[in-house]
């Protein structure tokens, strides 16, 4: 058989085509929806303005919250700063909870996502650290939990001050659960 220009280049641009294309295989939800509510539901906390486990995009930079302001779902009373020692918990098929530290290509680490401060205001929301690997997508279509040993909790959003220092060490309900989005 003989090659020629032609033939090296279509071959090559099917190669190509077929790892970029591979590449390519769409990510799915990995839990399932009424049991990602059903520990929402098991959590004193959530995101101002929200009743149910909200869905985020992680596509801003590392150590930038990227979700709205935490809320007590009982007093409404705004996060301040808050700490976790417990590994971020991803919940899975079946009722399946398992650390992050064994998800991702390397592993996430056990405080991936993590409160964090708002720039310039008194508020925490969520952050990340940053991705390596493959881990942005990996990260995708999960359902979290992060739980809180310590936290403020701050009144007024105008004139934000701390009513409560919270240290809850062991406290199962000092949670809270989000959903990340899917990309492409």
Sequence with gaps: MSLNRTTIITSTWLI???????????????????????????????????????????????????????????????MGVAHSRHPVQVLTFGGQVKNISSYGSPPFQSNHFRASLLDEYPFSGVSHVGFKGSQYRDAQGL??????????????????????????????????????QIIG
Aim: glycine share 2%; proline share 3%; with cysteine.
């Design 16 to 78: 190509v085509a077929t790892v970029v294309m591979a590449a390519r295989v769409p990510i799915s939800k990995r839990f399932n929806e009424t049991e990602c509510e059903n520990a929402y539901d098991e959590c004193d906390f959530t995101f101002s303005g929200w009743d149910v486990a909200r869905t985020y995009s992680m596509a801003l930079l590392p150590d930038q919250v990227f979700t709205g302001i935490i809320v007590n779902r009982h007093t409404y009373e705004y």
């Design 143 to 180: 359902c979290l939990r992060i739980y809180f040993n310590t936290y403020q909790l701050l009144t007024d959003f105008l004139n934000p001050r701390v009513v409560k220092n919270e240290n809850q060490e062991g406290n199962t309900t000092n949670c809270l659960v989000f959903k990340t």
